[in-house]
């Protein structure tokens, strides 16, 4: 099968590989039929991601076909149409118990796919863990309509749900790209107040404002202004943070009112500057980290329902074997690319 490979820092390389073999009787065996290109797939390119194993299949947003399941695997069959999750997790260890997905303490737990083990920038994907990571899609949900729910849509999801936002808010979201625009959609189904995107691409503010009418936009230099003239209260309630840039967290924060909570889902490539005393008196609540990707039974349901629809999201379609070109297009963001969708191998 075809196999897009990591083989070392700034190489990826489309190779053929033997089709993946179940290990062990918790994995399934998935014919990608629809996968995706994420920012953390360049991460990997550009070396930094140190965990990433030179050699291994790359790609994490993936939907397919359950091809063969280990005689372990209770929730899916052959022939099911499923959604793939980023993270692998035991579904029994203390973190999983407690939804804390991303911290599971199996040797596969957390962001594996694509990244320690192979992933899904192929024809098919071994899955460990099928139970956890696999969902089954709906009938009259689409492909496309799926194909974000395993990894930024999750975020996004993630991201809305700890940041308790409640109806009288003022969310202030920076960032929209991908993952920010996730966040948005599902920030949208809490019905705050008011919703403030922060986007300095002037393409990425245009998408939001001819997609999303209601939202306010505004761009990092007047993001402080245009924040305390549209809140109540000297600043945002919620400030989500999803642009990950040099100065966007030192924003979020500023851009917060006293006791407001701040969700970084950013990763960034530098340390940031936690200035304590700069903040002395404001009582914020900090909260960090990777997606717990374990609502995606939810987020499924919510796009049966048409609640959720990230369709729009898709600019660019490929085949598997002209990923290549999907690539070069998404890291040098050419031509308003926002999401490539990556189909079957052209026959
Ligand atoms: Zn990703
Ligand atoms: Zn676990």
């Given at each position: 099968?075809?196999?897009?490979?990591?083989?070392?820092?700034?190489?990826?390389?489309?190779?053929?590989?033997?089709?993946?073999?179940l290990?062990?009787?918790?994995?399934?065996?998935?014919?990608?039929?629809?996968?995706s290109?994420?920012?953390?797939?360049?991460?990997?390119?550009?070396?930094?991601?140190?965990?990433?194993?030179?050699?291994?299949t790359?790609?994490?947003?993936?939907?397919?076909i359950?091809?063969q399941?280990?005689?372990?695997?209770?929730?899916?069959?052959?022939?099911?149409?499923?959604?793939v999750?980023?993270?692998?997790?035991c579904?029994?260890?203390?973190?999983?118990?407690?939804?804390?997905?991303?911290?599971?303490?199996?040797?596969d737990?957390?962001?594996?796919?694509?990244c320690?083990?192979?992933?899904?920038?192929?024809?098919?994907?071994?899955?460990?863990?099928?139970?956890?990571?696999l969902n089954?899609?709906?009938d009259?949900v689409?492909?496309?309509?799926?194909?974000?729910?395993?990894d930024?849509?999750?975020?996004?999801?993630?991201?809305?749900?700890?940041?308790?936002?409640?109806?009288?808010?003022?969310?202030?979201?920076?960032?929209?790209?991908?993952?920010?625009?996730?966040?948005?959609?599902?920030?949208?189904?809490?019905?705050?107040?008011?919703?403030?995107?922060?986007?300095k691409?002037?393409?990425?503010?245009?998408?939001?404002?001819?997609?999303?009418?209601?939202v306010?936009?505004?761009?990092?230099?007047?993001?402080l202004?245009?924040?305390?003239?549209?809140?109540?209260?000297?600043?945002?309630?919620v400030?989500?943070?999803?642009?990950?840039?040099?100065d966007?967290?030192?924003?979020?924060?500023?851009a917060a009112?006293?006791?407001?909570?701040?969700?970084v889902?950013?990763?960034?490539?530098?340390?940031q500057?936690?200035?304590l005393?700069?903040?002395?008196?404001?009582?914020?609540?900090?909260?960090?980290g990777g997606?717990?990707?374990?609502?995606?039974?939810?987020?499924?349901?919510?796009?049966?329902?048409?609640?959720i629809?990230?369709?729009?999201?898709?600019?660019?379609?490929?085949?598997?074997?002209?990923?290549?070109?999907?690539?070069?297009?998404?890291?040098?963001?050419?031509?308003?690319?926002?999401?490539i969708?990556?189909?079957?191998?052209?026959?």
């Amino acid at each position: 099968m075809l196999a897009y490979t990591y083989i070392e820092k700034g190489r990826f390389l489309m190779l053929e590989k033997p089709v993946p073999e179940l290990k062990d009787p918790c994995d399934a065996l998935v014919r990608v039929t629809l996968g995706s290109i994420c920012t953390s797939d360049l991460h990997i390119k550009h070396g930094s991601v140190p965990r990433a194993v030179p050699g291994i299949t790359v790609g994490h947003e993936m939907v397919g076909i359950v091809e063969q399941v280990g005689s372990g695997v209770t929730t899916v069959k052959p022939g099911d149409r499923v959604t793939v999750n980023v993270e692998t997790f035991c579904g029994e260890c203390f973190f999983c118990q407690k939804g804390y997905v991303n911290n599971c303490e199996d040797p596969d737990g957390g962001w594996a796919l694509g990244c320690r083990i192979d992933g899904g920038q192929a024809e098919y994907v071994r899955v460990p863990h099928a139970d956890q990571g696999l969902n089954r899609i709906p009938d009259g949900v689409t492909d496309e309509q799926a194909l974000f729910v395993g990894d930024i849509l999750a975020t996004g999801f993630w991201a809305a749900r700890i940041s308790e936002i409640t109806p009288d808010d003022t969310v202030l979201i920076i960032g929209a790209g991908p993952t920010g625009i996730c966040t948005l959609l599902c920030a949208m189904l809490k019905h705050p107040r008011r919703i403030i995107v922060c986007e300095k691409s002037e393409q990425r503010a245009r998408f939001v404002r001819a997609h999303y009418p209601d939202v306010e936009v505004t761009d990092p230099d007047n993001c402080l202004s245009f924040v305390k003239s549209h809140s109540e209260h000297g600043g945002a309630d919620v400030v989500i943070e999803v642009a990950g840039a040099d100065d966007t967290f030192r924003l979020a924060w500023e851009a917060a009112r006293p006791n407001a909570t701040v969700t970084v889902v950013a990763l960034y490539d530098r340390p940031q500057v936690l200035p304590l005393p700069d903040m002395y008196g404001k009582n914020l609540t900090f909260k960090t980290g990777g997606v717990d990707g374990c609502d995606c039974a939810e987020i499924l349901r919510l796009i049966a329902e048409g609640k959720i629809d990230t369709t729009p999201l898709i600019t660019h379609r490929f085949p598997l074997d002209r990923i290549e070109e999907a690539y070069h297009i998404f890291e040098n963001r050419l031509d308003g690319v926002i999401k490539i969708a990556i189909t079957e191998r052209s026959r």
